[in-house]
């Protein structure tokens, strides 16, 4: 019985070890992840489409900008932890309606005035993020 005992501990120390190893480090499996590049708009600490694990209570920003149908500022897709707050941010040159499948999220975009949608990441999957008119493929929301 005893060998159990210690042997407990001993697993979740190294568990806990394991979880928080890589943490504040972006994700680097392949062509999905990626930073948002660095600028006044978007500061080295704040680019959220890399797969970044946050504290409670703060905010996944994604900045995603649409020129002449193109999206620019993911590298297809944003990884989030389950319960995350995220706040996606799209800027188009046209007029056109952002969509969030999935978790049926719609804002009408009008051209070069930023759009921002907030949300609790809550429902585990990838979900498509697009704009409706255009057709435009922005990212896809990877929750879990």
Known sequence: MRAHS?????????????????CGEPATDGPTASTAPTSPANPAG???PAGSVTAAGQVVPVTVTVTKGRATGTGGRVKVPRGARVRITVTSDAADEFHLHGYDRSLR????????????????????????????????LQVG
């Open 46 to 48: 704040s680019a959220g």
């Open 6 to 22: 210690t042997a407990l501990p001993a697993a979740v120390l190294t568990v806990l070890a394991a979880l928080t190893s890589g």
């Open 109 to 140: 975009l009008e051209p070069g005035r930023p759009g921002v949608v907030e949300l609790t990441a809550d429902v585990p999957g990838v979900f498509e993020v697009e704009l409706h008119e255009a057709g435009t493929r922005l990212f896809e």
